[in-house]
């Protein structure tokens, strides 16, 4: 199947590659964009098509027809990343060719998202919601002159609306989701505290005037958790199952946009707010006896509380009528905290609750700013930059992955300061060069420097070839470098004098396009190298009595080969991609007196998608479907069943392959005034994946012994819109 997947691509690859000599001829003086303009990595907002990087899009339009009402939601649907939710946590990480989250960049408006270990990095996307969203643009591929520190595997840059046509704009949403096949429109005091998922959502939107724009909007997002085998938060047997599969959690998010632009300037100020209550129910009962020989069972719960504030102001302006600088400024707190208390459950009261913990707390300073537009020509052009960013990192004794000695606290500063250049070089052969460098400065290590080359070659008028080559690199992250758990049963610890992390990618991509008739076809193909040295692993340093120390010891590889297509004719868009890509790791079999470096092969996964979309204009009508298919994925992990004394001993664990299939109907009413969307999300009924990676421990995604709780299963979603404009 994987073989046939792979011609079927191909052949289509080189038959559109014919195809496009003879629409040149045919149709010499068109020249088809069918994706948006973008800002990722540029001088200045342009098309796709001239951009010296490979940006992906996620359009609005994409975003609608999904329901996506955050980030995860939408970007499982993208070749080569793939977000992991938790089912314990609440909490999704984001890996991307190969990486995981630590290496992946997030920004909102070109600004890193602050998170528990700094700017940008180990973002849980769920946080993220969608409503004032234009646009989600990828890069994949280090970007450390661009982005700086940490953005080893790429960017991902969540670009917000900051405009509207009209004089006033009203939206208004509610949406009500099955989580699985559970589902309660109002909770049902005897048995539960209610199921499903309920979303409800207020945009409002005014332009002042031709130069001023503000808008606010109020988001909430209710997640009733997942029973599954569980019996919900009251039950009271002494059988293991009160509780949730996936945890009850609720998110509301607010922002306020304020704008004003005239022909040479232009400003902004953004505030957004986060504010997430997650619930545990411990399955574990406790039998009570009062002097009159009553009987009753209480629980030990927790409720955490994650609030996140964000305040961006943007400055863009033309300085002596002739030079363009933009500017970023940021402040931005992120802090979560939990409170424990005792519940009498069959009584149904709490009986007592401890104080408020707050247990982990970032604070960050951001500015950015560049300077552009020098000469004024389209032949060369040439930007200088800075970046500053001061974070502050808090952790108590309560924070799972901290036990201090003492029982005391850390709190700790970490400043980087960097500043970079490159120049643009445009030819009239139809070559663009890109060369750049960048210098880091850190309070706590050495400087680190970057490097990169774009460069773009114009084949024909629908036809170009690009390659980029860069360089990275991440700093160690509160966790490894301040971990210290020892007790009876653990001995984990961070190290102080780790070294940052280096990287580099290289990529080539083709891509062509074309327009005969009404038939518009568009397509990439594309292949990406990446390595990391001194990549940090929590090595075990003694597997008799499980001593892990955090140690700059592993070297990552990974490689890759994509192809994408897209085909539009009339109100027809159809999108078909795959990818084979491969990641090899350096394993040490490390103990006392053995240091023997393993090399790892290259094990390859393949993954496809495709999507369609087809609007009737008459009827206000968009029917789509969203596919993915992810091969199965293979790594070696520590058997702790085999090790001992004188050697770690590794073993090649497996997950297997699955498919995510959605769809959904998007009708307009009333000039589209009002919108419903209904629709399925995970039609093809996935739950949990065979994962052998646990056969020999507990799993941190709630699955049962040898599987991972990745999905609850198939969902259906109806989504009302009002959107008022005068």
Wanted: aromatic content about 14%; overall charge negative.
């Amino acid at each position: 199947m994987k073989k046939f997947g792979w011609c079927l691509i191909f052949i289509i690859s080189f038959t559109q590659f014919g195809l496009a000599q003879e629409a040149e001829v045919i149709d010499t003086t068109q020249v088809v964009d069918l994706t948006d303009v973008v800002i990722t990595g540029q001088y200045s907002a342009q098309s796709v098509n001239k951009s010296l990087y490979h940006v992906e899009v996620i359009s609005a339009e994409d975003i609608k027809n999904q329901a996506g009402n955050t980030v995860a939601d939408v970007l499982n649907q993208n070749l080569n990343i793939q977000i992991t939710p938790s089912a314990d946590s609440g909490d999704s990480t984001v890996e991307m060719i190969g990486l995981d989250g630590a290496y992946v960049k997030v920004l909102v408006d070109n600004i890193p998202l602050v998170g528990d270990s700094g700017m940008g990095n180990n973002i849980d996307l769920t946080k993220i919601n969608l409503d004032n969203v234009e646009r989600i643009e990828i890069v994949k591929g280090a970007m450390g002159v661009d982005y700086g520190d940490n953005a080893l595997a790429g960017v991902i840059n969540i670009v917000t609306k900051k405009n509207i046509k009209t004089d006033w704009k009203i939206s208004m949403m509610v949406q009500e989701e099955t989580v699985g096949n559970e589902y309660d429109w109002y909770e049902n005091s005897g048995v539960s505290k209610g199921k499903g998922r309920h979303i409800q959502a207020l945009e409002v939107g005014k332009k002042i005037n031709d130069n001023w724009y503000a808008s606010v909007g109020l988001n909430r997002n209710d997640f009733q958790g997942f029973w599954g085998e569980k019996k919900g938060r009251k039950h009271f047997e002494q059988d293991g199952l009160r509780g949730y599969e996936w945890l009850p959690k609720e998110q509301w998010n607010a922002n306020a946009i304020l704008r004003y632009h005239s022909k040479n300037f232009s400003i902004f100020y953004k505030a957004s707010y986060l504010f997430e209550e997650i619930h545990y129910y411990n399955p574990l009962l406790n039998p009570q006896l009062f002097p009159g020989g009553e009987r009753t069972l209480y629980a030990s719960d927790v409720d955490y509380y994650t609030s996140r504030w964000s305040h961006h102001l943007n400055i863009d302006a033309k300085l002596f009528d002739k030079i363009r600088y933009n500017g970023d400024f940021s402040y931005q707190t992120q802090e979560r905290k939990f409170e424990s208390y005792v519940y009498d459950v069959p009584a149904r009261n709490e009986i007592s609750r401890d104080d408020e913990n707050v247990y982990l707390s970032t604070k960050t300073y951001y500015s950015r700013g560049t300077f552009s537009n020098f000469l004024n020509r389209k032949l060369f052009d040439f930007q200088v930059g800075y970046e500053l960013d001061h974070a502050n990192g808090f952790a108590n004794n309560a924070a799972t992955e901290f036990g201090f000695e003492n029982q005391g606290n850390i709190d700790r500063e970490l400043g980087t300061y960097a500043g970079f250049a490159s120049a643009e070089i445009n030819t009239h052969a139809g070559l663009s060069l890109r060369p750049g460098f960048r210098a880091s400065f850190n309070n706590r290590f050495n400087p680190q420097y970057s490097f990169s080359l774009n460069s773009k070659f114009d084949l024909n008028r629908n036809s170009n070839l690009r390659a980029v080559i860069g360089t990275a690199n991440r700093y160690p992250n509160f966790t490894e470098l301040y971990t210290h758990v020892v007790d009876s049963n653990h001995d984990i610890r961070g190290d102080e004098n780790l070294n940052p992390e280096n990287g580099y990618s290289s990529s080539i991509q083709w891509n062509s396009r074309f327009k005969l008739g009404q038939i518009k076809w568009e397509a990439n193909i594309s292949t990406i190298y990446m390595n990391v040295d001194d990549r940090i692993e929590l090595v075990n340093l003694n597997p008799t009595n499980a001593t892990f120390k955090y140690l700059n010891i592993d070297e990552f590889q990974s490689w890759g080969l994509s192809t994408d297509h897209q085909f539009k004719w009339k109100q027809l868009n159809f999108r078909i991609g795959a990818s084979l890509f491969g990641v090899s790791k350096s394993l040490y079999s490390y103990s006392y007196e053995v240091d023997d470096r393993i090399e790892d092969e290259f094990r390859y996964t393949f993954q496809s998608n495709m999507s369609i979309n087809y609007t009737i204009p008459k009827w206000a009508t968009t029917v789509s479907m969203y596919y993915k298919q992810t091969g199965k994925t293979t790594e070696y992990v520590l058997d702790t069943e085999n090790s001992n004394t004188d050697q770690t001993v590794f073993r090649l664990a497996e997950r297997e392959g699955f498919s995510m299939l959605d769809a959904s109907i998007r009708k307009g009413f009333y000039k589209n005034r009002f919108e419903v969307t209904v629709g399925a999300r995970n039609i093809l009924d996935v739950t949990n994946l065979r994962n052998t990676a646990f056969s020999n421990t507990s799993d941190g995604h709630g699955g049962s012994d040898g599987t991972m709780n990745l999905f609850y299963g198939r969902s259906y979603f109806l989504k009302l819109n009002y959107k008022l404009e005068f």
